[in-house]
Nanobody
Framework: VQLQASGGGLVQPGGSLTLSCAAS????????IGWFRQAPGKEREWVSL????????YYGNSVKGRFVISGDIAKNTVHLQMNSVKPEDTAVYYC???????????????????WGQGTQVTVSS
């Protein structure tokens, strides 16, 4: 099983950035993909998720209205489009996979079984 997060970098406040998560080798039913982030000195925070059973998309309050999650199940890829970014969006972003047979919209780290290595996003002028 491999989850590869990519697309991080330096972006100015108010700008946009798109992260990608490429998944391979996931067991059947692992079609809930979530994004988490962790800023220095803070706990890991759930950001967004997509459930491919019905393409349901969910967002944390801090990113709702600014971030958009999308995916292509045929390509096993999920994207997180980050718009109107703020300095407080600076963090390492992780993608993770959860068992849709157990969870519809998992929000907790413990509900995800597979994790990618993370990609750094820095919002700064």
């Amino acid at each position: 099983v491999q989850l590869q997060a990519s697309g991080g970098g330096l972006v100015q406040p108010g700008g946009s950035l798109t992260l990608s998560c490429a998944a391979s080798g996931l067991p059947p039913d692992y079609y809930v993909i979530g994004w988490f982030r962790q800023a220095p000195g803070k706990e890991r925070e759930w950001v967004s998720l997509i459930n491919f059973s019905d393409s349901g998309a969910y967002y944390g309050n801090s990113v709702k209205g600014r971030f958009v999650i999308s995916g292509d199940i045929a390509k096993n890829t999920v994207h997180l489009q980050m718009n109107s970014v703020k300095p407080e969006d600076t963090a390492v972003y992780y993608c993770a996979a959860a068992d849709a047979g157990k969870w519809y919209a998992p929000l907790k780290e413990s509900e995800y079984d597979y994790w990618g290595q993370g990609t750094q996003v820095t919002v700064s002028s």
